[in-house]
């Protein structure tokens, strides 16, 4: 078993897309008419999977983030190469920090036009793609 992808309800998909696409997702297809509303599924360059599926349905009234999705996670080679990205496309992300310290990941969050946090994480060399049972021991 493995997670294919979470679904998130976006409340104007053409802004969704823009700030998607900036942070290097690419558009994989489309599928419309679907009780949720239209889906668009992403996937990260590299991936050979959709991670992402933005959910579209106006008539679902506005997004309600409640309490439910805390954040997403989207591991970056170089965290200081992908905010200078994110910069020239005026996609602003909060300052790194070191949330484990020296030995740890380096981590900065941005939030999408629906209010969505995402944590980008650039493992220290060495590190496993991913977390591990190791993280814990």
């Known amino acids: ?4 992808h979470i679904g998130l309800r976006v409340s104007d998909l053409e802004r969704s897309l823009a700030f998607y696409t900036a942070v290097g997702y690419t558009v994989v297809g489309t599928v419309e008419g679907t009780a949720f509303g ?6 990260l360059p ?15 009234g506005t997004v309600d983030l409640g309490t439910g999705i805390n954040h997403l996670v989207i591991q970056v080679e170089s965290l200081d190469a992908t905010l200078t990205d994110l ?12 949330p484990d310290g020296a030995g740890g990941p380096r981590t900065s969050w941005l939030t999408d036009p629906d209010g969505y946090r995402i944590e980008l994480v650039q493992w220290p060399a060495g590190h496993a793609d ?7 021991a």
Do not use: C, N, Q, W
């Open 1 to 4: 078993m493995r997670t294919l």
């Open 38 to 43: 239209s889906l668009t599924m992403l996937r």
């Open 46 to 60: 590299g991936d050979d999977f959709v991670t992402i599926e933005l959910v579209h349905h106006p008539a679902s």
């Open 87 to 98: 910069a020239a496309k005026a996609i602003a992300a909060e300052p790194p920090e070191l």
């Open 130 to 136: 991913g977390i591990t049972e190791t993280d814990f």
